[in-house]
């Protein structure tokens, strides 16, 4: 991309700065290009990004999410100034567990199990009734279906059993958990959530789940709740240990997010932003910007409001429950909507 962009100020030889900074948007006309050429270089960048989003691992020699966060970078730097920052590499925190949340681990499995146990028997029903082999008849075929035969005396010639194309499940989840200040009263349903859709979504044959939560230590950290083969157990220990803190740097919850999904080798690939509103001003665009890329990538977000609505210029699809109970209907319709459609 910039190798383009070189040659086509070399080829004019007018632009006596070729690099620009993030608040060079304001600038005249005259002193960075013509606003066309501009508006062309950003096209060119978003199609760029959208490319690298749907790349897999094997397309690249070095880290995708390298690639993809300088990507970004250097595309939000044309937006607006201060979004560089904010689309770096999160970086990761271990969540140390004591003795005291291991035991709230197991309160709040035993409050959540039940709920559990229901959605996962709901989801995998929904599935396996939606991939399950069928036969089915057909005029062509090798095999009769005796069961049938009594179509000849209605001129019926569909005699022949044949099998149905079963259909599998390859996708992909990453759930973000919001533990900013705001979410203080939330958290104990926001914790209840979390470990019930990680249970639920993992009992499904095809389906991989990670889990992460935002902010870290600092605004441009995380903290990683489900990476792999986590027990039920470690998941609650885990979750049992966050505590809400300062504010709601939800560029880089979701920028992780991103990085996990990427990372995985799946034809779906679902973002689930749990949070009670919105994030940082700063945040604001590089989210909505985000979001809109990962769309036209094929990669769906669906924000999962606590307690409130989720506003629609930041999540175009988005779920709201006030009680664990509602979680239920609610997955269930997202469900239907995504992973089988």
């Known amino acids: 991309m910039s190798g383009s962009k070189q040659e086509s100020d070399s080829e004019e030889g007018e632009d006596d700065n070729p690099e620009h900074s993030c608040g060079s948007s304001n600038q005249d006309v005259s002193d960075n290009g013509d606003a066309s050429d501009k508006a062309e270089d950003l096209l060119l960048q978003k199609e760029s990004l959208k490319q690298i989003l749907e790349s ?164 441009d950290r995380v903290f990683p709740i489900v990476t792999g083969q986590e027990s039920t157990q470690k998941v609650a220990e885990t979750l049992a240990a966050l505590d809400s803190h300062d504010s709601t740097p939800m560029a880089t919850g979701l920028w992780h997010a991103v990085h996990q999904i990427c990372q995985a080798k799946a034809e779906r690939r679902l973002i689930l932003m749990i949070t009670d509103g919105a994030p940082d001003c700063e945040h604001h665009d590089a989210v909505v910007d985000l979001i809109s890329c990962c769309q036209q990538s094929g990669i769906d977000v669906v924000g999962l409001g606590i307690n409130v609505p989720l506003v629609k210029e930041l999540f175009p699809k988005s779920l709201m429950i006030n009680q664990l109970s509602q979680l239920k209907s609610s997955l269930f319709t997202l469900t239907k909507d995504w992973l089988i459609r």
């Open 56 to 219: 897999t691992d094997q397309d690249w020699p070095d880290d995708l999410f390298e690639t993809v966060a300088g990507e970004l970078e250097s595309w939000s730097c044309e937006q607006s100034s201060g979004l560089s920052a904010i689309t770096t590499t999160p970086g990761l925190d271990a969540v140390v567990t004591t003795d005291e949340d291991k035991q709230a681990a197991r309160d709040l499995l035993w409050k959540v199990q039940s709920e559990s146990t229901r959605l996962a028997a709901q989801l995998t029903g929904l599935v396996q009734a939606k991939t399950l082999t069928r036969d089915r008849t057909g005029k062509r075929g090798t095999r009769i279906d005796g069961k049938r035969l009594h179509r000849i005396a209605l001129d019926d010639g569909r005699l022949f059993k044949r099998r149905a194309e079963s259909i599998t499940i390859n996708a992909t989840v990453h759930i973000s958990l919001d533990i900013s200040s705001s979410m203080t009263v939330r958290m104990p349903l926001a914790r209840e959530a979390v470990l019930a859709l990680v249970y639920a979504l993992k009992q499904i044959n095809g389906v991989t789940v990670t889990a992460s939560a935002y902010p870290g230590t600092r605004e």
